[in-house]
């Protein structure tokens, strides 16, 4: 089949499934992140909101414009239309039918209209579609209901979410603009109000609402702010000389800059973000921001947030999941407690960090923080249970010990440490999820001296919320498995972890703590040399190792990128996107010559120049993976023979347009080398 057949196949389908009545998702599956084309997206929009039998409610309208501010109304029409290109007969027709839809569903919902609050900027994408007015109401109505967060005022809620879930990513680029005061609030309230409508243009519009209608996930609209956000980072930390005026309006003129040649792109990071964010976050809130309800939210529970609140339930079952077949995200859990309630009882995979130490003894903080990260990424490279590339950290739920436990927080966060969150409710929330399992589930528990157990060996704290009891059988079989195994380890943890804080450059501590690097090794065929494999199905827990481990000589040696592609050992090479586990991506080049993969990064505002990051031995790489959801998204691992086994040692991720050419050159590359030793 020719590329020409399957780029009319893949209509031939979309019609077909449109008439057989098919769901969004079905729909989602066929277009694959296309554009629909303009014939078919009315039908597409029609389907994915469910509008196809919402009937002619316009019929209920009395035609009479007696809102209190009609005027206000008017006036906002007649300004928006003024810019449009259409000829002036259209434009009456325009402003008569934007006016007549506006007013009737004020009415119709017994609202105010006021100045700017979208309603004028969502109508327009649809009237591109010419449809029936009734047709044109229903999705105007569906659109506001399901996509259109409540609260977008000034303070709002939808607003103080989005800061959590910046710091959540770009904890650096959130201070920057905490700094300056400016929330939210100030530059995206149109991104929110209009779904970008009110500030991108019509072609952008209609193809992000395409991809944006079929996904049926309404949060979806936090992570595309995100994207733009974060975007426009360095540009951002690079302006703190600068008034916060100019700044809110540099952020507010953003989405204008958006291409359609760039949605697709736009959508994809979107979506790879939401897959790297609590998805327990957003339950709780959902109803509230997506509904018409009537139900109120307390703003002060995210206003006055020191971070990301995390649920038990997702905490306990994420560490049930096998990273490398899902999405899920892994959590590395930090037990905030004081010691005499960590002994007590606690997780076999928490690691333990007394909030007391920071006030106590500083140095003796710092010096275990540095250990906790190293345990982090000892246990990513090992594949241990405890593995997670995002901290979770875990307070007893009482008021006055977690003072000390978001004092602790908060110096992560002042570090810039990405991914950081807290569990709603701390240690009393554990316990409660695990019922009457806790005995077995929770590693040294002592109902004598548990908190929980006997409340009145001091007074639980009023804030402690009541976690969601959920009889998650998988889980429970876990933790009660790993109690057990984790018990006999315990006290040369502690001795090793005390050794470390004590003496931290000893030799003996260049070894993990509690995981080991034999939890985790690829298998390897006997008597042959390192060898790679490709596999579609995987998913990686990702460690930015490298990073430390590039030397300063190499990471300052600048090249012309035109003149180093020329060079005769060069066979091939890629433009493509670096993925750091924390998100940030950064344009770069792979290339391919007979005995390197060498990863160059482009050096922003200096065209065709960009610095050598790393030249890696083409035979050290033992895997080639892609994840079956992003294809492009390739994961190059390096690793050493260690017995029959291969132990990864690190990893690269990146972002490839042409990820199946740039594989193939690579591994035909590491053929030739294993054949030549042969």
Not at 457 to 483: H, M, T, W, Y
């Amino acid at each position: 089949m020719t590329a020409e057949d399957e780029d009319t196949t893949w209509l031939i389908e979309l019609e077909s499934a449109l008439l057989d009545g098919c769901s969004a998702q079905e729909i989602n599956l066929i277009t694959k992140g296309k554009k629909i084309p303009d014939s078919l997206r009315a039908d597409v929009w029609l389907l994915c909101l469910n509008c196809q039998d919402s009937g002619n409610q316009l019929l209920l309208f009395d035609e009479i414009f007696d809102l209190a501010n009609q005027n206000e109304l008017r006036d906002d029409v007649k300004k928006f239309v003024k810019k449009l290109d259409n000829d002036d007969d259209e434009k009456l027709s325009v402003i008569s039918d934007i006016e007549s839809i506006i007013t009737f569903y004020c009415k119709s919902k017994s609202i105010n209209y006021s100045c700017n609050n979208g309603l004028v900027e969502i109508l327009y994408p649809l009237l591109s579609l010419k449809l029936p007015r009734s047709d044109t109401y229903n999705l105007f109505e569906m659109i506001l209901k399901l996509y259109i967060p409540n609260g977008c005022v000034p303070n709002g809620v939808p607003f103080h979410i989005l800061r959590l879930i910046i710091q959540y990513h770009d904890p650096e680029l959130c201070s920057f603009l905490d700094t300056k005061r400016i929330t939210p609030e100030q530059y995206c309230m149109p991104w929110l109000r209009s779904l970008f409508a009110g500030t991108c243009n019509l072609e952008v519009v209609l193809f992000m609402w395409d991809l944006y209608f079929q996904r049926s996930d309404p949060f979806f609209i936090f992570f595309l702010c995100l994207i733009m956000i974060i975007n426009a980072r360095e540009q951002l930390l690079q302006m703190k000389d600068e008034d916060k005026t100019t700044i809110i309006e540099t952020l507010r003129k953003m989405p204008g800059d958006l291409e359609a040649n760039d949605v697709s792109d736009f959508c994809s990071l979107a979506h790879y973000y939401s897959l790297k964010t609590p998805v327990s976050f957003r339950e709780d809130v959902l109803e509230v921001l997506f509904s018409e309800s009537g139900l109120e939210i307390n703003s002060k529970l995210y206003s006055q947030a020191l971070c990301l609140p995390l649920a038990v339930h997702e905490l306990i079952e994420s560490a049930t999941v096998d990273a490398v077949d899902s999405d899920t995200v892994k959590f590395f859990l930090v037990d905030c407690r004081p010691a005499e309630q960590y002994n007590a009882g606690h997780l076999s995979t928490a690691f333990h960090l007394d909030c007391n130490l920071m006030l106590q003894e500083p140095n003796a903080f710092n010096t275990a923080v540095q250990g906790l990260l190293n345990a982090q990424r000892q246990a990513l490279a090992a594949g241990s249970l405890a593995a997670g590339e995002h901290l979770c950290f875990v307070g007893s739920g009482r008021t006055e010990e977690d003072s000390y436990a978001h004092m602790v927080v908060a110096s992560f966060l002042k570090r810039n440490i990405k991914h950081v969150s807290m569990l709603d409710g701390g240690f009393v929330a554990i316990h409660d999820y695990f019922g009457p399992h806790m005995t077995d589930c929770l590693e040294d528990h002592n109902p004598a001296t548990c908190l929980v157990c006997a409340p009145n060996n001091n007074n639980l704290g009023k804030e402690v919320r009541k976690s969601k009891r959920r009889d998650n059988i998988p889980a429970i079989q876990l933790f009660s498995k790993l109690s057990s195994a984790m018990k006999a380890k315990s006290q040369e943890v502690k001795g090793k972890l005390i050794e470390y804080i004590v003496n931290p450059n000893s030799a003996a501590n260049i070894s993990e703590w509690h995981v080991s690097a034999t939890d985790r090794k690829e298998n390897r065929y006997r008597n042959v040399p390192p060898v790679f494999s490709i596999n579609d199905e995987e998913e990686d827990d990702y460690s930015d190792m490298r990073r430390d481990a590039v030397s300063s000589e190499m990471m300052d040696e600048v090249i012309d990128v035109q003149s180093f592609l020329k060079n005769p050992n060069v066979i091939d090479s890629f433009q493509c996107q670096e993925v750091l586990y924390n998100g940030h991506m950064y344009d770069s080049y792979l290339v391919i010559t007979e005995t390197h993969l060498i990863i160059l990064r482009e050096i922003p505002n200096k065209k065709g120049q960009a610095k050598v990051l790393s030249r890696r031995l083409l035979s050290t790489i033992v895997k080639i993976t892609a994840k079956k959801r992003h294809p492009e998204l390739i994961t190059f691992k390096y690793g050493v023979p260690d017995g029959d086994n291969l132990l990864i040692k690190d990893m690269d991720r990146f972002l490839i347009p042409n990820a199946s050419l740039a594989t193939k050159v690579v591994s035909n590359q590491i053929v030739t080398q294993l054949d030549n030793k042969l």
